[in-house]
């Protein structure tokens, strides 16, 4: 999504020599929605999982997905488990989802078909705010479900903040009010 580096391409152009079929596509910056949606479209395999820069996936991460869905045959998506190594403090920056609930889709795949039914992930959304809550909404307000897999683990950064980082971050709460403008049953 329009990074000041390449070092995803760098990155993607070292797992090319081991596997052939990775696309690598870069847009100008426009938010995680529309690089999702970027994603979405160019992707053949049925089943597209989603995995944030700042994330580690365990080895057995694409594999457990995989299972989930396959014990699971109606889920339209699954969210795996997401820790973060640290000290969590009132400045720091982290992820968790233990127990499923949380839709983050730093670790989440979907059906691609079911998501496309879904309605995408709404680009109105510009920065990594409730952009995957609301494409999780659209799912269960159409009938689907997500399942949660406690053995797709992802690691989230830890990233020591600031007041004022945090405060500046308070202004994507805004995304919100779109949130529950768009889903206001849940």
Partial sequence: DGSDTDEAGLTVKDFSKRFKNIKYFRQKKSGPATARNLGLRVSSAPIVAFIDDDCTASSKWIKSLIAAFSRNKGAWA?????????PIGPFSHYIINNNGGMFMTCNMAFRKKRLLEAGRFDERFKHANREDADVAFSILEKGGKISFCKSAVVCHAYLRSSFFRELRKKTYY??????AKKHSKL
Wanted: charged share 25%.
């Fill in 78 to 86: 699954v969210e795996g488990k997401t820790v973060t190594k640290g």
């Fill in 174 to 179: 805004m995304w919100d009010i779109l949130l």
